[in-house]
């Protein structure tokens, strides 16, 4: 458990570094790094946009709305191709949906219910979603037990 903590800790350090602070440290140093070699290295450029302020505005018009446009054509284009990559590793949903359809062909056991119904009670649980919790879920699988 002590492992699943510091795991878990890792990965908000992770989350919180890449999708945020470096996100908006590098892209800052991207807008400066851009203005000094681009802008000031050449004079005609450094003529028409010669104020930093100027050149933040005008990149940013340019330079979101390209980003939004590519990110849209990203998540119309690849993310079920990344979905399905993710799924493909994903063991939970695959045991999840083996029992399901095991359920629906009437060859689930009520012990492989009962576990996967605690597996899902818990991770509620911890999540604190109790509200999602069934009463009647307990019952149910008290029942099949006899």
Same mark, same amino acid.
């Given at each position: $458990?002590?492992?699943?903590?510091?795991?878990?800790?890792?990965?908000?350090?992770?989350?919180?570094?890449?999708? +945020?602070?470096?996100?908006?440290?590098?892209?800052? %140093?991207? !807008?400066?790094?851009?203005?000094?070699?681009?802008? =000031?290295? &050449?004079?005609?450029? #450094?003529?028409?946009?010669? %104020?930093?302020?100027?050149?933040?505005?005008?990149?940013?018009?340019?330079?979101?709305?390209a980003?939004?446009?590519?990110?849209?054509? #990203?998540?119309? %284009?690849?993310?079920s191709?990344?979905?399905? &990559?993710?799924? /493909?590793?994903?063991?939970?949903l695959?045991? !999840?949906?083996?029992?399901?359809?095991?359920? $629906?062909?009437?060859? &689930?056991?009520?012990?492989?219910?009962?576990?996967? $119904?605690? +597996?899902l009670?818990?991770?509620? =649980?911890? /999540?604190?979603?109790?509200?999602?919790?069934?009463?009647?879920? =307990?019952?149910?699988?008290?029942?099949?037990?006899?």
């Open positions: $458990m002590q492992s699943d903590y510091f795991r878990r800790r890792w990965l908000d350090f992770r989350n919180g570094h890449s999708v +945020y602070l470096a996100f908006v440290l590098t892209f800052v %140093n991207f !807008i400066l790094i851009t203005y000094n070699f681009a802008i =000031k290295q &050449a004079s005609f450029l #450094h003529a028409i946009i010669g %104020n930093l302020g100027v050149f933040i505005l005008f990149f940013i018009g340019v330079y979101v709305p980003a939004i446009v590519i990110g849209y054509w #990203h998540r119309r %284009n690849q993310y191709i990344e979905n399905e &990559a993710y799924f /493909q590793q994903n063991w939970i695959a045991w !999840i949906f083996q029992f399901q359809i095991k359920q $629906m062909q009437g060859k &689930a056991t009520p012990q492989e219910a009962e576990r996967i $119904m605690n +597996y009670d818990d991770i509620l =649980k911890k /999540q604190k979603k109790d509200g999602l919790i069934e009463p009647s879920t =307990k019952k149910e699988l008290g029942s099949d037990k006899k």
